[in-house]
Nanobody
Framework: QVQLVEAGGGSVQAGGSLRLSCAGSGSISSFSGMGWYRQAPGKQRELVAVLDTSYRTTYTDSVKGRFTLSRASALNTINLQMNSLKPEDTAVYYC?????????WGQGTQVTVSS
């Protein structure tokens, strides 16, 4: 079992910045990816940024150049720096850890961007 603890999020005005962090603990093994997804009201959950086994990062097009996913010194901790936030970034952000065929999700953290 893997537990994911998310931190950060909150409310900002457009153009502002927020930082999310996610720390994994528990029976972590067979790392195959870790990243952030988001779900806006009435929409499907979508990928925001993910780190693969080669520690390469993939971003969805809408956040490229604004968001930066990084891996902290702790092996199972990632941070998402979100700059130049837009109202359309408003969503619940979820951390996900992939361990082989299994996927673990955090509880989600709300990000609200006002215009």
């Amino acid at each position: 079992q893997v537990q994911l603890v998310e931190a950060g999020g909150g409310s900002v005005q457009a153009g502002g910045s927020l930082r999310l962090s996610c720390a994994g603990s528990g029976s972590i093994s067979s790392f195959s990816g870790m990243g952030w997804y988001r779900q806006a009201p009435g929409k499907q959950r979508e990928l925001v940024a993910v780190l693969d086994t080669s520690y390469r990062t993939t971003y969805t097009d809408s956040v490229k150049g604004r968001f930066t996913l990084s891996r902290a010194s702790a092996l199972n901790t990632i941070n998402l720096q979100m700059n130049s936030l837009k109202p359309e970034d408003t969503a619940v952000y979820y951390c996900r850890y992939d361990a082989g065929p299994l996927a673990y999700w955090g509880q989600g953290t709300q990000v609200t961007v006002s215009s």
